[in-house]
Nanobody, 124 residues
């Protein structure tokens, strides 16, 4: 099992910012698409953002476009999710993902590896 180590979750007021980090094994980071999903209480896990292993493309859910940015630091084998203008509806457990496919996939069942999850809570 590939271990993805997440950090950066916490409590923030609406309109604030957080940056999530996910560190992966070097071979996983270099050969898998890295991304983020989230799951709110009583909801299905949903796609948030992803970046290709080549770093050439990024993908975002419509709900976070213009507010969230995903990017990679190849030297640290780490992917980040910068979250700005946070809203209460962003409250969820956020999971780092690793996906070895031709293109990143948005269906949770297709993801190869998951992080343990980090809680993001946005108060109104």
């Amino acid at each position: 099992q590939v271990q993805l180590v997440e950090s950066g979750g916490g409590l923030v007021q609406a309109g604030g910012s957080l940056r999530l980090s996910c560190a992966a094994p070097r071979r996983t980071f270099n050969n898998y698409h890295m991304g983020w999903f989230r799951q709110a209480p009583g909801k299905e896990r949903e796609f948030v953002a992803a970046t290709t292993w080549s770093g050439g493309s990024t993908y975002y859910a419509d709900s976070v476009k213009g507010r969230f940015t995903i990017y990679r630091d190849n030297a640290k084998n780490t992917v980040y999710l910068q979250m700005n203008s946070l809203k209460p509806e962003d409250t969820a457990v956020y999971y780092c993902s690793a996906d070895r496919a031709v293109v990143p996939r948005t269906r949770p069942g297709a993801i190869d590896y998951w992080g343990q999850g980090t809680q993001v809570t946005v108060s109104s």
